[in-house]
């Protein structure tokens, strides 16, 4: 265990925090932990989290086996439910 300092773009304003995470924690636990701080407001949906310009990342992986460099910046994303697509109907 050791704490990095991550910098996390926030959903509403784009802001970038930085912030000293415990190499441990998962995205999830990081999620939490700016739910709880007030720095993001509660979504239905949830949250997930990816590196900027790059994939969504798991939400069990911890932080220090995602690869960061100093340079990335991990994007706090509001999770959405589009519904479902329905296959066209077949007309008669």
């Known amino acids: 265990m050791a704490d990095r300092a991550i910098r996390i ?6 802001r970038i925090l930085t912030v000293d ?5 998962t995205t999830s636990e990081v999620i ?3 739910l709880a701080g007030g720095q993001i407001q509660p979504n239905q949906f949830g949250y997930q989290m ?5 994939d969504l990342l798991n939400r069990d992986a ?12 991990l994007r706090v994303i509001p999770a959405t439910d589009a519904g479902i ?4 109907r ?3």
């Open 85 to 88: 697509l329905s296959s066209p």
């Open 21 to 25: 995470l415990d190499d441990s924690m």
């Open 62 to 73: 911890a932080i220090r086996d995602l690869g960061l460099r100093d340079d990335n910046v």
């Open 50 to 54: 990816g590196k900027k310009g790059g």
């Open 9 to 14: 773009m926030l959903p509403v304003d784009g």
């Open 32 to 34: 939490a932990e700016l």
């Open 90 to 92: 077949e007309v008669r």
